[in-house]
């Protein structure tokens, strides 16, 4: 199983970026999927999760209303479009998987992680 996240970079505040996260070796359309989060100093965060079937998502309140998650399933592949950033949204981005068919918002719930993507948002 490898999960390969990218689409990380540096942005000015209000900008946007999409991180992509493409996996193989899963049944992706049977995996709930979710995006974490490590700013400098702190500790990994929740960011976003899909259940497998894309019906339901759930957003941290941090980033609801300029985060959308989306997944397409012919190319077993997750993406995370992220739109007015600001600073603090600095961090590592990692994307994760889980054979569990639920909202999971603890990073220990989840099987498989990539291996994070970087993105620095400048003030």
């Known amino acids: 199983v490898q999960l390969q996240a990218s689409g990380g970079g540096l942005v000015q505040a209000g900008g946007s970026l999409r991180l992509s996260c493409a996996t193989s070796?899963?049944?992706?359309?049977?995996?709930?999927m979710g995006w974490f989060r490590q700013g400098p100093g702190k500790e990994r965060e929740f960011v976003v999760v899909t259940r497998w079937s894309g019906v339901t998502t759930y957003y941290a309140d941090s980033v609801k209303g300029r985060f959308t998650v989306s997944r397409d399933n012919t190319k077993n592949t997750l993406y995370l479009q992220m739109n007015s950033l600001k600073p603090e949204d600095t961090a590592v981005y990692y994307c994760?998987?889980?054979?569990?068919?639920?909202?999971?918002?603890?990073?220990?719930?989840?099987?498989?992680w990539g291996q994070g993507t970087q993105v620095t948002v400048s003030s």
């Open positions: 994760a998987a889980s054979n569990r068919d639920s909202i999971l918002i603890m990073d220990s719930s989840y099987d498989y």
């Open positions: 070796g899963l049944t992706f359309g049977r995996i709930t």
